[in-house]
């Protein structure tokens, strides 16, 4: 046996894997080791040529010889073998990954002890093939096939999150793989798969580009590139759109690390397509921007897919704000924009519940250190542009100037401001206003003045209040607490306890 007629042989399988490996350094789309295991595979590929041609060389040989007993079984394990390399070119199996290789690590020793124990097949001492009479001598093309199921069924998963269109190239040449192969099996006709598998490796690979190609590397979900040609070539079909964005990634972010923003974004995105919605694009379009395209869907499984992905989302540590619009006439853009609308308007609103949380939150608290202290608190609160919406004068508040109720005493500002002493009113609103105009957040409300009280005398008093902001500085609730200091003074009040 000579070189030239291997080569010759096998000259289409050797250029299109030199070929490939060749392009495989100009990879810009897939990682290190989707490359690294492609090469793998490609050497795998030449290994079994040159495996099948040196064992059909002994086939010719009138005497049995150690090479063909050793060179069959290598044969059939390394059919399964380059289908376990393939796989790993995406990764595509992680969890429990040492169960795929049990099938062919089991099968290793009884492959290579059948010539003695004739439990698949033997060869007698005229060189000649003999199989076992039972199902048992299909075992090792029943192995390889089991291996091609694992395969396509381990792409489709990975893939879930795409249409069918994406993966009808890979589909279509893995049937056709596997009805060749299947035939040589009916029709007994010994052949070589090197040139099947090279076939097969070029149209996964290109199929693998491709995806990659239109996939958010991050998020496996589609990119901001598919989102914009989806949304022109399926208007047709684009019954509604769904805009999400999800809160606090750049506070993540700053606090905890890019690592753990780049978990969270993976985390929501698992959020997103949990439900696994047929005619359900996801796509990542941004930082923390996704949007959603439903083909043939009608508001009511829109609705209820949102509401399953938010029930997701409730048991992670991350907020997403979604808005959802109905498609009309292949308006795709125009239902986007509503849609974007909606979902900043859901933004607002929770991060203004946040927003209330905390400062309720610190209300409480401050609320039982009035009543430690025999103190009266008060607050204010302020909407969105900032202006004041409401005065709240507690009822420990109203029994220390000797009022009873808000009747007696009406939550406005100038219940309070009335009653200050001529001579302290004008220091003690400056004080307050310049609290409220001091967007850095250093300055303390933090005065003492005399407070006309129901019976007709003036008291003594000392306040302190703190102004509570949104995150663009504008006020979101100003607290604060006074203390009789007619017959005594304390210390200073820490601002601490703030």
Known sequence: MSIAPLVLNNYIMVAELLGLWVMLGSNVHLKKRTITATRIVIILIFVEAICWSVE???????????????????????????????????????????????????????????????????????NLYVAADSILKYYPYILFFLYVIAFVGSFFVRYARYGTA???????????????????????IY???????????????????????????????????????????????????????????????????????????????????VTRLKNKKVYRIGGDEYAIFYLGRTEEQVKSDIELMRAALAQTPYVCAFGYRMVEKG???????????????????????RERQIVAYKEATIRVMHEAL??????????????MCSVEWSQEFRRMIGFEDE??????????????????????????????????????????????TKSGEWRKY???????RRDDGLPLSYVGMFVDITEWKPQPLAQELL
């Open 56 to 126: 059909r060389y002994t086939r010719e040989i009138g005497y049995l010889t150690w090479t063909r007993i050793l060179l069959t079984p290598t044969i059939y394990l390394l059919h399964p073998i380059i289908m376990l390399g393939i796989m790993d070119m995406t990764e595509s199996v992680k969890k429990n990954r040492i169960l795929l290789y049990l099938p062919v690590l089991i099968s290793a020793p009884l492959l290579y002890s059948s010539q003695w124990t004739h439990l698949f097949y033997w060869f007698d001492e005229n």
């Open 166 to 188: 994406e993966r009808k190239g890979i589909l279509i040449s893995i049937v056709a793989a596997s009805i060749g192969a299947l035939l040589h099996v009916v029709f007994d």
């Open 191 to 273: 052949a070589d798969y090197s040139t099947l598998f090279a076939s097969l490796l070029l149209i996964y690979y290109l199929s693998l580009y491709v995806l990659t190609a239109k996939e958010d590397p991050l998020t496996h979900l589609m990119n901001r590139q598919c989102y914009y040609a989806d949304s022109e070539n399926l208007k047709e079909h684009i019954t509604a759109v769904v805009s999400v964005d999800m809160n606090d990634l750049k506070k993540i972010n700053d606090t905890q690390g890019h690592d753990v923003g780049d978990q969270a974004l993976q985390t929501v995105a698992d959020c997103l397509t």
């Open 331 to 353: 308006e795709v853009e125009k239902a986007m924009i509503s849609a974007d609308q909606a979902m900043y308007s859901n933004k607002a609103e929770l991060k203004n519940t």
């Open 374 to 387: 025999g103190s009266g608190m008060w607050g204010m609160e302020f909407d969105e542009d900032g202006n």
């Open 407 to 452: 009747n007696d005493f009406p939550n406005t500002l100038e219940s309070w401001s009335d009653l200050l002493h001529p001579e302290d009113k004008e220091r003690v609103l400056k004080e307050f206003q310049d609290t409220i105009a001091d967007y850095s957040g250093k300055k303390n409300y933090d005065v003492e003045y005399r407070l006309h």
């Open 462 to 468: 000392h306040a302190i209040g703190r102004l509570l």
